[in-house]
């Protein structure tokens, strides 16, 4: 069973910066996407960003500017770097690959921490 581990969660203080990393166990094949989401205490999950298997990147208004993802479908990895963090960023950060052949696929999630 394919599992995808992330790594590079922590404490840090606003305008501080971190890069989440996102590996697979196993190859995944056919990749439509791959993606970060987020989720705070009390609400609901939300899109962070989104990179296609072809390489174009949506965000969420609230991180345009400020974050960049990057992703490597043949390596089944997927990166978050994140730069000017603001308090409201805190969350846990998943990582969740798309494949058209064998379903979705969700990291176990990583803390990541503002301090202001």
């Known amino acids: 069973q394919v599992q995808l581990v992330e790594s590079g969660g922590g404490l840090v203080q606003a305008g501080g910066s971190l890069r989440l990393s996102c590996a697979a166990s196993?190859?995944?094949?056919?990749?439509?996407?791959m993606a970060w989401h987020r989720q705070a205490p009390g609400k609901q999950r939300e899109l962070v960003a989104t990179?296609?298997?072809?390489?174009?990147?949506n965000y969420a208004d609230s991180v345009k500017g400020r974050f960049t993802i990057s992703g490597d479908n043949a390596k089944n990895t997927v990166s978050l770097q994140m730069n000017n963090l603001k308090p409201e960023d805190t969350a846990v950060y998943y990582c969740?690959?798309?494949?058209?052949?064998?379903?979705?696929?969700w990291g176990q999630g990583t803390q990541v921490t503002v301090s202001s």
């Open positions: 969740n690959v798309e494949s058209s052949w064998s379903g979705s696929y």
């Open positions: 196993r190859s995944i094949f056919s990749i439509n996407s």
């Open positions: 990179i296609s298997s072809r390489g174009r990147t």
